[in-house]
């Protein structure tokens, strides 16, 4: 039994090690491939970048464009998932009793488990419904891949708002009434600052998901060398729909060096996401704390 103990703590450090292997062998092999790449020029080609990033010149051979799109999709999906999705876990965890809590967490489960290609088809297919209906000039733009990566990603933001506040103690549950607050106060001031690392977990992987996911902006508005984004309802560049094209298409192995510069720009967002969420939170516990 001794031996067998041993045997499955070194595999469990070894399972534990894993995912930071995975990571720096992943970083590694896109440094490599990206080598002599990754440079402003990647970003911004031939345009100067300031004229880039103040005056909003043209980038044709760079993959500015790509980013300030995948932010774009990002924030309005944010936008649509992070309070809908807050305020539906409050729901489920504090209010929603009996067979609908079971119905409505079934369906948060059901919308989880769906392909990214169909939520697109729905982005589609509501665009189609539009122009036949109240909109006849209405296309595809990036107000649509928004609120469709929104909806993809609202699932991970209920299911994070209600596991960390089912989890919480009883006695913090009871630390607001002992108090005085009501049932809104003791959720808003108590419940919710102790629960916001899971929260705030839900939404890095939420925005996480939205940056890099791509069929869902292929068929709702991205496309290849469209340039800067003049208003919602443009077409736009992202970075995953980039890289993907990158491999499918590329001529030289210049190219196939910046789609990988731009896998590793796509990586360093997320990791940007998720150090921002972790500054937030940590924010916010001394604010709690201190008030």
Not at 97 to 122: E, N, Y
Not at 127 to 154: E, K, N, Q, W
Not at 251 to 270: C, D, H, M, S, W
Request: proline share 5%.
């Amino acid at each position: 039994m001794t031996r067998f103990h041993h045997v499955f703590s070194v595999l469990c450090r070894l399972c534990a090690l894993l995912p930071g292997a995975v990571l720096l062998f992943l970083v590694g092999f896109l440094l490599q491939q990206s080598r002599g790449r990754l440079d402003l020029q990647l970003l911004f080609g031939d345009t100067p970048p300031l004229d880039a990033l103040i005056h909003f010149a043209p980038v044709w051979d760079g993959i500015w464009p790509a980013c300030f799109g995948t932010f774009c999709v990002v924030a309005l999906a944010g936008i649509v998932a992070v309070p809908l999705g807050i305020l539906c876990g409050i729901h489920l965890s504090e209010f929603a009793r009996g067979r609908f809590r079971t119905m409505l967490s079934f369906c948060v489960d059901l919308l989880a488990g769906m392909p990214s290609i169909l939520m697109g088809l729905f982005g589609f297919a509501l665009i189609l419904f539009l122009r036949h209906t109240l909109l006849p000039d209405a296309g595809t733009c990036l107000l649509l891949s928004g609120f469709c990566m929104g909806l993809l990603v609202l699932p991970y933001m209920v299911n994070a708002t209600y596991s960390s506040l089912s989890g919480l103690p009883h006695d913090i549950r009871l630390l607001g009434p002992s108090l005085g607050l009501n049932r809104m106060q003791t959720i808003r001031h108590i419940l919710l600052p102790s629960a916001g690392r899971g929260i705030l977990s839900g939404l890095v992987l939420s925005l996480g998901r939205a940056a890099e996911d791509t069929a869902v902006i292929m068929l709702t508005g991205a496309v290849a060398n469209a340039g800067m984004p003049r208003s919602l309802l443009d077409k736009y560049e992202a970075l995953p729909f980039y890289i993907y094209t990158t491999a499918a298409e590329y001529q030289t192995p210049e190219e196939l060096k910046a789609g990988f510069g731009a896998a590793l720009v796509l990586l360093i967002l997320t990791t940007g996401l998720f150090l921002a969420a972790h500054l937030l939170h940590n924010a916010m516990e001394r604010r709690w704390r201190q008030g």
